[in-house]
Each structure stands twice: as structure tokens, then as C-alpha cells.
């Protein structure tokens, strides 16, 4: 369960402020995994790292009975200077989990090879997509957070990255920004649209998507 309670958030640009979260009160069911939808700007990048604790609001709070993942797709969280196992070390003391098993998992999901005991700071792009996704699924939780996941590697690793988040949402709920409505129709039963700072809620994942369409034409 996650509860949204006078949740509101803005921003100062250019000497204006900009309210993106506005005075949010909502509680997302539980067992779901929802498409978060809205067009460019619309605060749905913000509001997953309010839900995530990465991001403060200026008002209200989110109330949950459950574990939520970072935005998986949001690599801030890994110090440069540390290598690649030395930040999934640290993840995993950080969230009490085995950090043999997590490592083990992590090199084997990621497939970057030598790099994994390099500095993060030599990645490529690729490289921290591969590494922030295969540590986002070596951690159970409750609810995962999806912020724009692009295709990342090949063929077979993009198959195998679809296939362990199947898995695991299939004991959990998920959250997922996209603009890619056709990965939102593989994973989400259900569909959130954030306009004007407020939340619609559609239980058919179609309406969902017609709404978000309509709000894109009239833009």
C-alpha cells in the first residue's frame, strides 16, 4: 500500500514558482503494477523520488506498509570513485541483505566483466544502466520503481532484463514511467495519470492511455 496525504511539491524557475505536486491525496492499490503517465514535465519523474525518499515534498507525506525500491533507471545513488562491487556492497549493507549473494548476483546479471572491480567513474553508460538495473532486481522489495528504462545490451540481455522483472513483480507492485506505451501494456494492469499536479486513477489500462493521449493532443 502506498498513500499519497496533502502531498504537494513545486519548484523556482527562473523566479516563478512551478507546482508539479499538487496537494496529492490518493492511496495506489496494493498487488498493482501501474503505468505513471503524463506528458513532458508533468512531475512524474519528481514523484517517483518523493515515493522513492530520495526527494523531500514541501507538504504532506507518503505512507506506505511496504519495502520501494530507488527509481530503477536513476544511477545517482553510485560514488564514482568506488568500483562496481564496492557500491553494490554498500547497497546491500545499506538494505540488510547477504553481500555475497548480491555481488554474486549483480556481476552475473550485469555482464560487464573486468569492469565490475573497476571505478564506476570508467563506465560507459551502458555499463551503469546494466549494473543500477541488475542491482535494482538482486534486491526484493515490496514495490519497484521504473523511471524510464531504455533498451540496454543486446538482444539476449534485454530478453533476460524483461524476463527477472516479469518475475519479480509477480510477487510485488510496480510503478513505471514511460513513453513507450507498448512496454506500459507488457507490464501494468492499471494506469495513474498525473495532470496539473493531481492524479487520475483508471483501474482498465486502455482509459489510462486514451486519457494520456487526449492531454498529449491538447498540449
Known sequence: MIRFENLSKSFWIRGHRKLVIDNLNLELPTGKSLGLL???GAGKSTL??????????????????????????FGGSFHRELTGAQNVRFV???YGVDSDQLIAFVENFAEIGQHFNMPVRSYSAGMKARLIFGLSMG?????YLIDEV???GDANFNRKSK??????????SAIMVSHQMR????FCDTGIVLNDGR???YEDLDEAIARHEAINLAA
Not at 534486491?139 to 514495490?143: A, E, I, L, M, S
Open 48 to 73: 517517483l523520488q518523493i515515493i522513492a525518499g530520495t526527494l523531500a515534498p514541501d507538504t504532506g507525506r507518503v505512507v506506505t506498509d511496504g519495502t520501494i525500491s530507488w527509481p530503477v533507471g
Open 163 to 172: 524476463a527477472i522483472f516479469r518475475e519479480r513483480v509477480k510477487d510485488a
Open 150 to 152: 531504455t533498451a540496454v
Open 38 to 40: 503524463g506528458r513532458n
Open 92 to 94: 546491500a549493507r545499506v
Open 139 to 143: 534486491v526484493k522489495f515490496d514495490t
Open 183 to 186: 512496454q506500459v501494456k507488457q
Open 199 to 201: 492524479l487520475e486513477y
